[in-house]
């Protein structure tokens, strides 16, 4: 089958892989590793280093993550993708991005976007501006249903390495909170069932933003104490730890989650989930099986009880047979070849034989038009295999 040449288009904030936060970076550089090991040509647009297999074309010299919220790093970063795009030969943009869809009007290739957010309310009424110049792609069935008229073109789940994180069968005697410091992931409430339930919390979490402290000081400060530990933000050999470790993730959405990563991370640790049947939740957890959802704050202290019952090497198996970078890569796969296809019967047949010739090879990317790129103000422009730019 033809290889594809896809252009996939990070935000600015955080490298590929990221080094600690930074989810949708994480999924990124998981889905990019996997398309060029199925034999795709991929080049990615961001910031800072690469550490993917795909070609790299840098906005930045250093990723902007200490002006994220700021408009301008994103929109330079929109402006300079564009410009790089214009020189690429691709069959196809993935666009990871806020603002990028906003230059796929007029666009020859077709662009796709994952939606990594909320499609409720004001970023609803963005992506129906957008129109039918962008293919949407869903992190879950529940995030399309919250606006089923927009240009959806599939649902692809985001999916992790089972290498990157430890199993284990033995668990110890306290449950665990990992998330942003933020009410809509509820760890106040995390606090309350697991006193309720008598079992010991290990909160992990973001809290560097002024709402993350103002809701720490708030909610949680008050209510550390006996059987209740900080740990504040965890990555790397501490967070697998804590995940294989811990007895259950408490984890009581109070808001419609699109996805929810650390829940396949517990469950890929053999660690059950205890949650609210909110936003995706209940793709991603099987109710007796894998974890617990429960409608009631007040019935969350019996569900963490019963997590005895949930066998940590069923939570592994559902990761093993849904969340993986293959099966993320197999899912956008079929996404491309279906919308590069309606793309190309739908342009002029002179113009489809030369974009579908070279059968069975992979094209090199087109030189950039001039070298005014690199002289985009803080920013650098590098195309060069993978391995010149690993971390």
Known sequence: ?????????????????????????????????????????????????????????????????????????????????????????????????????????????????????????????????????????????????????????????????????????????????LGRCTP????????????????????????????????????????????????GEIGGDDKREALASARALVFPLQWEEPFGMVMIEALVSGTPVVTMPRGAAPEIVTDGVTGYLRRELDELPAAIDAVDAIDPARCRQEVLDRFTPEAMAEGYERLYRSIVERARTSIAPGVAQRRTARPGTAAMPKPMRGERLAALKGSTMVDQPADSTRL
């Open 184 to 231: 809509d992931k509820g760890m106040h409430l995390a606090i309350d069932a697991a006193r309720a339930a008598g079992r010991p919390i290990k909160l992990a979490a973001k809290c560097t933003e002024p709402a993350e402290k103002a809701y720490f000081e708030a909610e949680i400060e008050p209510r550390l104490g006996p059987g209740v530990e900080w740990l």
């Open 1 to 177: 089958m033809e290889s594809l040449r896809i252009a996939q288009v990070a935000p600015p904030f955080y490298e590929l892989p990221p080094r600690g936060y930074g989810g949708i970076e994480l999924v990124v550089a998981k889905l990019i590793d996997a398309l060029v090991d199925r034999g795709h040509e991929v080049t990615l647009i961001g910031a800072g280093r690469n550490g993917t297999k795909a070609r790299f074309r840098r906005t930045y010299t250093e990723p902007q993550f200490a002006r994220l919220g700021e408009p301008l790093p994103e929109a330079v970063h929109a402006a300079a993708t564009a410009e790089i795009l214009a020189g690429l030969d691709v069959d196809i943009v993935h666009d990871h991005t806020l603002l990028g869809p906003l230059q796929a009007r007029g666009r020859k290739i077709p662009t796709v976007a994952t939606v990594h957010g909320p499609v409720q309310d004001e970023p609803g009424r963005y992506y129906r501006h957008i129109g039918d110049t962008t293919h949407l792609i869903a992190i879950s069935d529940a995030q399309r249903g919250f606006a089923p008229d927009l240009n959806w073109a599939g649902t692809v789940y985001n999916a992790l390495d089972p290498a990157d994180f430890t199993y284990r069968e033995e668990k110890e005697d306290w449950v665990l909170f």
